[in-house]
Each structure stands twice: as structure tokens, then as C-alpha cells.
């Protein structure tokens, strides 16, 4: 069975930045999605990338401050968070689609059929 596990979470001030790593199990040729869900709120789309490690896509709220990337060799798909704020304090969870074709929408959770079980991230003002 596909595992993706997530690290890298953890506590830091307005303006530091940390990286997510999601390691996937047994399993290439992936797209993979970030989305994150803070207290009392839906979950949502951070940022994606197809399994050719082409167009990335990313929230309007991060975009420019994100970036996400991978590294076939390691089936691992990393996010990298600068200039962190407060308000993206949230459980970050991994997300991938198994597959030759791109999730549709991308954006969307239900475009992704293996999940993480997240890794939380708390931003201190």
C-alpha cells in the first residue's frame, strides 16, 4: 500500500521559514499537491506539481513566498516556506494522484486519491 509521510513541521516566528518533505513509498510518476487546514477552517490548496516536474501552481496566499519542488530519485516532493505569517498556521498535508494525467482541478482535494497524514506548522507573531 502507497504511504506518503510528511516532516518537517514545526514552530517558528513571522518571517522564518521552514521545509516540508513528503517521502512517498513504492510509488513514481506522481503528482502531488500541498494543502493545508488550520483550525476552523476547510481545507485548501497550497501548491502543486505534476509528475514531470513541469508548471508548478500555487495559492494566490502564497505565491511568491512558496515554493514547491521534487526529486524523483527520492520520491519525495519538498515545500519550501519562506517569509512565513501567522495566518498560514495550519496542519499541511501531502497529497498525490498516481498517475500519468494531471489532477483536474488541481486546486481540488478530490482530484488526489493518497493522503498524508499532515504535519503541523505554527507561525508566532
Known amino acids: 500500500q502507497v504511504q506518503l509521510v510528511e516532516t518537517g513541521g514545526g514552530s517558528v516566528q513571522a518571517g522564518g521559514s521552514l521545509r516540508l518533505s513528503c517521502a512517498a513509498s513504492?510509488?513514481?510518476?506522481?503528482?502531488y499537491g500541498w494543502f493545508r487546514q488550520a483550525p476552523g477552517k476547510e481545507r485548501e490548496f497550497v501548491a502543486a506539481?505534476?509528475?514531470?516536474?513541469?508548471?508548478?501552481f500555487y495559492a494566490d496566499s502564497v505565491k511568491g513566498r512558496f515554493t514547491i519542488s521534487r526529486d524523483n530519485t527520492k520520491n519525495t516532493v519538498y515545500l519550501q516556506m519562506n517569509s512565513l505569517k501567522p495566518e498560514d498556521t495550519a496542519v499541511y498535508y501531502c497529497?498525490?494522484?498516481?498517475?500519468?494525467?494531471?489532477?483536474?482541478?488541481?486546486?481540488?482535494?478530490?482530484?488526489?486519491?493518497?493522503w498524508g497524514r499532515g504535519t503541523q506548522v505554527t507561525v508566532s507573531s
Open positions: 506539481i505534476p509528475w514531470t516536474g513541469g508548471t508548478t
Open positions: 513504492g510509488r513514481t510518476s506522481s503528482n
Open positions: 497529497a498525490a494522484l498516481f498517475s500519468l494525467r494531471f489532477p483536474s482541478p488541481y486546486y481540488n482535494e478530490r482530484s488526489y486519491d493518497t
